[in-house]
């Protein structure tokens, strides 16, 4: 990833392979533990698309908000989402819940950010079969055009987005506690300020304008761009890259800031 370099001793093909470690340690470890296993990957944003579904469509009229079929534009939104909230609140006990291991190695520590990241976009592309499955068998009937190819384009940007995030986040929960529950409270509030149950092309002015900031913004446009296409907005997604980018970049400079006081404080 991006971020191999920042305080990188060794090869890059030795952090890349402690990096796939890590992140199928994690991997295993999640899915050992567990009955269900792969099942759980998908069914939290399962149970959440059912009840928006339910609410906006059988108890509310929603008047065209979204996309129809309404279900699928739900799974769209979701599962990107589960990803990003779920590697975001990890990424606020990055370094406290392996201490001694971040102590004791010499690998670069920002390989404890990047595996979670690595980890959850695994569990994100296991749930992809469902959003393909609900696309294909949906009423009414999905009509799929070529901009299905950015698909993979939002999750390059999502994994910038999030290593950047968590080369910032990571560091100072570790050294202010406070600001892991301040995270969750943020990550609450983002839920309903990002296009998940509604489209950028829902929004009334200046809530569109504004919208625009977030950079989940475009990136969610890029995954329901070939499912949806009036919801392709290029100036979202030419937003979201840059911002995404310039959360990398300032994600380096916190990580190299901090690290030795985090050290110091585990």
């Keep these: 990833m991006t971020t191999a370099v920042v305080g990188a001793p060794g090869s890059p093909r030795r952090y890349l392979h402690s990096l796939w470690l890590l992140s199928a340690r994690d991997l295993k470890v999640r899915y050992s533990t567990s009955a269900l ?44 989402w589960v990803w990003f909230n779920s590697a975001v609140s990890d990424l606020t006990k990055a370094f406290k819940k392996d201490a001694r291991l971040v102590r004791s190695t010499a690998i670069p520590r920002s390989i404890w950010v990047n595996r979670i990241v690595l980890s959850k976009g695994v569990e994100f592309a296991f749930s992809i079969p469902v959003l393909i499955l609900f696309a294909v068998f949906a009423v009414p009937r999905v009509h799929l055009s070529a901009l299905i190819l950015l698909f993979p384009l939002g999750i390059l ?32 509030a983002l839920f309903y300020a990002s296009p998940i149950i509604y489209g950028l092309p829902d929004l009334p002015s200046p809530f569109r304008e504004l919208a625009l900031f977030n950079p989940l913004t475009g990136i969610f446009s890029l995954y329901r761009a070939g499912l949806f296409r009036h919801q392709f907005d290029p100036l979202a997604i030419g937003v ?13 400079l916190v990580f190299r800031r901090l690290e030795p006081a985090v050290l110091k404080e585990l």
């Design 37 to 80: 296993g792969y099942v759980w990957s998908v069914l939290d944003p399962l149970v959440m698309s059912a009840i928006y579904w339910f609410v906006f469509t059988q108890v509310f009229d929603r008047d065209g908000i979204g996309g129809s079929p309404y279900i699928v534009f739900l799974l769209a939104g979701l599962l990107p």
């Design 240 to 252: 979201a890259a840059g911002m995404s980018l310039l959360f990398l970049a300032i994600g380096v």
């Design 157 to 188: 940007l999502q994994v910038v987005l999030l290593v950047g995030l968590g080369l910032i986040v990571a560091p100072l929960c570790a050294l202010w506690g406070d600001l892991e529950r301040t995270t969750r409270l943020i990550l609450r």
